[in-house]
């Protein structure tokens, strides 16, 4: 029997054919095919659009589909050949081409912070690049065969353990201004592009900018570091205006003045908040920033250890560092309250 999964895939698969036999006839021809509805059909068209697989022209009845022709491009490098600039120039901007001045200062930045991440902390011999292209957005990975980027942040930052590094790169720069590299590359481009993951040795960081989301899974080890990144043509953000965000209103700065801490990776497997130990580890290194957001999105609640300390003693502690939670839940905010810790709706961030 037919399961509904391979059954959506062979009526996707279809419409593809059909829409590069004869575009005009796509609906009616599917619907007639498969003996379902044409909303049905529509519904299948819409997910091979979002894809970026299939492209529409025309309104009402003129609309046509048309098939869009997807590529791939894979580049190698080695590491001391590795000329950041120049593969931009070179090569990605050549891919990019006839996308928006905008959609492309995004590629470039996100794509010049990966290769010379590579450069300055990997250890790496060789990277790779590789894109796919077609339709309305564009899918890239930055691969490199060194240490592994959470391998390494656990080293420098001397962690227990090393799911401990995704919460501290979610954090944003693991160095200052002082020390010659603000660091914050990483985060920056976590918060342009819709999705954004890091895979190295066992641990999956995944970044959904539209959904707000942020996760981390163990999966099958892997040598060195894979980075992903997806963007749609038409997307609302700009490099601007995420600089600014995070960099105080000046996109310029180099330093950032506002993080972003998902307090959700906090947690270690299935444990609660509810510790003054959990705590620690969410705030460590975050009063160099001027304003931290905490986002409490997935948390269903915080125990009063947890709470003492990241809203009363932190606070106490570092009086001129902002802390802004956001996406709480009647449970925690009710834990914030107990000890007193309010905050002004007019303080509250915009959509991150």
Known sequence: MTSNRSRGEEVRRFILEQAARDP???????AQHFG??????????????????????????LRRHARQEIRDE????????????AVWRDHVRVWLAGRSEPVQE?????????????????????VWIAATLGGSRVRLIVGDDGQGLFEKIQSRLGLTYRLQAVLELAKGPLTSPREGRPGAGIFLTSRLFDLFTIRSRELFYARNQDLDWDGVSEEEPVAGTFVWMELADDTPR????????????DAARRDLVT????VELARFGAELLTTREQAERLMARVERFRTVVLNFKGVKSIGPGFAEHVFR??????????????NCNEAVTASMRKIGFTVAPDRLPPPL
Request: glycine share 6%; charged share 20%.
């Open 24 to 30: 005009s006839r796509l609906a009616r021809a599917t």
């Open 36 to 61: 379902i509805s044409r909303q049905a059909v529509a519904k299948h068209i819409r997910s091979l659009m979002e894809s970026g697989l299939l492209a529409a022209s025309g309104r009402t009845r």
């Open 74 to 85: 894979i580049l190698t490098f080695a590491v001391t050949d590795l000329d950041p600039e």
């Open 106 to 126: 995004i590629w470039r930045f996100g794509l010049l912070e990966m290769l010379n991440n590579v450069l300055l902390h990997a250890q790496a011999s060789h």
């Open 238 to 249: 700009t490099l601007a205006t995420v600089l600014a965000r995070y960099r105080g209103g």
């Open 259 to 262: 993080t972003v801490i998902p």
């Open 313 to 326: 003693t932190f606070p106490r502690l570092h009086p001129d560092v902002e802390l802004l939670p956001v």
